[in-house]
T-cell receptor
Framework: DAGVIQSPRHEVTEMGQEVTLRCKPI?????LFWYRQTMMRGLELLIY????????DSGMPEDRFSAKMPNASFSTLKIQPSEPRDSAVYFC???????????????FGPGTRLTVL | AQTVTQSQPEMSVQEAETVTLSCTYD???????LFWYKQPPSRQMILVIR??????QNATENRFSVNFQKAAKSFSLKISDSQLGDAAMYFC?????????????FGKGMKLTVNP
């Protein structure tokens, strides 16, 4: 079975440019998470969706960041305009949650390493 | 807010020996899940083991086992018969069981080196 798929694996861009990161969750999973990993702050949740609806976006740093999940098999994280401090590894993860039940284990994609010059 | 602390930033172990990685957490919840994730140089986050707080029995997965002390809010990972492939960053993580956010709260991680 395919795991969580992220693209691109590496992205190098210049300050001020728009960056779009993409994620395809594991088929059948209904929760999708975006995490960011930096040396200073470690791993932290940016936003997560359940059944394509954003549930917790308290970790989204500022208005330059936006995330969408137009359908159950695709999500994007967009940064516009990008800044050097956005350089990090961005992970997408997915899990399955039954209605009224506890969420299952989160499975991570390989991550996108973003470098903003 | 829940916090997870991994106080040892680095550890090393000889191949075939046993090593224990420590983790403490702070929560006011009574039901929750704890996880250990491994991140090798490939940076892929790989689930190692999971513990449900309401279960008193410590979880085990082959060479990996945990020592879960709920009252002390401690969750250590024991790796037996260490192998070179165990070298990685290890992250302890917490998640609520019911209600509220599903997010994982991670510790800062610990780098494990396995010496041949």
């Amino acid at each position: 079975d395919a795991g969580v798929i992220q693209s691109p694996r590496h992205e190098v861009t210049e300050m001020g440019q728009e960056v779009t990161l993409r994620c395809k969750p594991i088929s059948g999973h209904n929760s999708l998470f975006w995490y960011r990993q930096t040396m200073m702050r470690g791993l932290e949740l940016l936003i997560y969706f359940n059944n394509n609806v954003p549930i917790d976006d308290s970790g989204m740093p500022e208005d330059r960041f936006s995330a969408k999940m137009p359908n159950a098999s695709f999500s994007t994280l967009k940064i516009q305009p990008s800044e050097p401090r956005d350089s990090a590894v961005y992970f997408c993860a997915s899990s399955f949650r039954t209605s009224g039940g506890p969420p299952d284990t989160q499975y991570f994609g390989p991550g996108t390493r973003l470098t903003v010059l | 807010a829940q916090t997870v602390t991994q106080s040892q930033p680095e550890m090393s172990v000889q191949e075939a020996e046993t090593v224990t990685l420590s983790c403490t957490y702070d929560t006011s919840e009574s039901d929750y899940y704890l996880f250990w994730y491994k991140q090798p140089p490939s940076r892929q986050m790989i689930l190692v083991i999971r513990q449900e707080a309401y279960k008193q029995q410590n979880a085990t997965e082959n060479r990996f086992s945990v020592n879960f002390q709920k009252a002390a809010k401690s969750f250590s990972l024991k790796i037996s018969d260490s192998q070179l492939g165990d070298a990685a960053m290890y992250f302890c993580a917490y998640r609520r069981a019911q209600g509220g956010s599903e997010k994982l709260v991670f510790g800062k991680g610990m780098k494990l080196t396995v010496n041949p």
